[in-house]
């Protein structure tokens, strides 16, 4: 990463904080209920996933009685966040791996790892990707590791921070190192709400973009007009 780049990416993180103001986590999970609620979130909608957390939740109010429920019930209780037959056996998985080497379902332990260690754990369990790894180490850990999803991805290619063609997950590895940690989770916050309503897949706003002086896709497309 150039210095150039550093500059650049603080830049953007202090226009974003102008335009949408410091950001934190609605509210703080422990780390197993992360890992859960994460799992439930994927190829979802927030909303959708809140209520299976939710169902979840109240059918089995602790997780060792998910762990070891019938795997058809867990599917049930999670159907409706969608692809619940794949993720009710992940969850289930994930909470018997963690009690079967630890002894107990807590995942504290991670805060006395490395952050490669700490991912390298966390990815080996079935269904655990990076996001789902760093979402974990960022909010419920307060570990320094940046989680991209498909708003952050999208945005900082656009934005030029990382190279057009960069993999998701090649960009967990190129925004933490062009970052300062304590960035971390309000640029993460903050890129995705500007995806959601501004940078968005299919016809970015780049006309109302407080960021379009920054960016190399509205460079390009100014150019090109």
Same mark, same amino acid.
């Given at each position: 990463?150039?210095? @150039?780049?550093?500059?650049?990416?603080?830049?953007?993180?202090?226009?974003? #904080?102008?335009?949408?103001?410091?950001? @934190?986590? =609605?509210?703080?999970?422990?780390?197993?209920?992360?890992?859960?609620?994460?799992? #439930?979130?994927?190829?979802?909608? /927030?909303?959708?996933?809140? &209520?299976?957390?939710?169902?979840?939740?109240?059918?089995?109010?602790? =997780?060792?009685?998910?762990?070891? @429920?019938?795997?058809?019930?867990?599917?049930?209780?999670?159907?409706?966040?969608?692809?619940?037959?794949?993720?009710? $056996?992940?969850?289930?998985?994930?909470?018997?791996?963690?009690? /079967?080497?630890?002894?107990?379902?807590?995942?504290?332990?991670?805060?006395?790892?490395?952050?490669?260690?700490?991912?390298?754990?966390?990815?080996?369990?079935?269904?655990?990707?990076?996001?789902?790894?760093?979402?974990?180490?960022?909010?419920?850990?307060?570990?320094?590791?940046?989680?991209? /999803?498909?708003?952050?991805?999208?945005?900082?290619?656009?934005?030029?921070?990382?190279?057009?063609?960069?993999?998701?997950?090649?960009?967990?590895?190129?925004?933490?190192?062009? #970052? $300062? $940690?304590?960035?971390?989770?309000?640029?993460?916050?903050?890129?995705?709400?500007?995806?959601?309503?501004?940078? &968005?897949?299919?016809?970015?706003?780049?006309?109302?973009?407080?960021?379009? @002086?920054?960016?190399?896709?509205?460079?390009? /497309?100014?150019?090109?007009?």
């Amino acid at each position: 990463m150039t210095i @150039a780049l550093e500059k650049k990416a603080l830049e953007i993180h202090q226009e974003l #904080l102008r335009t949408f103001g410091e950001q @934190a986590p =609605w509210s703080r999970l422990d780390p197993v209920s992360e890992l859960v609620s994460t799992i #439930l979130s994927q190829n979802t909608n /927030d909303q959708l996933r809140d &209520q299976a957390y939710n169902s979840l939740r109240q059918r089995f109010p602790d =997780w060792a009685l998910v762990r070891d @429920a019938a795997p058809e019930e867990v599917i049930s209780a999670i159907r409706i966040a969608g692809l619940a037959q794949q993720k009710g $056996p992940h969850i289930q998985e994930a909470l018997r791996r963690i009690s /079967d080497e630890r002894g107990e379902l807590s995942l504290e332990f991670l805060r006395g790892m490395s952050i490669p260690e700490a991912k390298a754990w966390l990815t080996g369990i079935k269904g655990v990707g990076p996001k789902t790894a760093a979402i974990i180490l960022l909010f419920s850990l307060d570990m320094p590791a940046f989680p991209v /999803d498909t708003h952050i991805h999208r945005v900082t290619r656009r934005l030029g921070l990382i190279p057009a063609r960069a993999s998701r997950e090649k960009a967990h590895e190129l925004l933490e190192s062009l #970052l $300062p $940690p304590q960035t971390y989770c309000s640029f993460h916050l903050n890129v995705i709400r500007l995806g959601r309503e501004v940078c &968005q897949a299919r016809r970015p706003r780049c006309e109302i973009c407080r960021l379009r @002086a920054l960016c190399d896709f509205a460079a390009q /497309d100014q150019q090109a007009s």
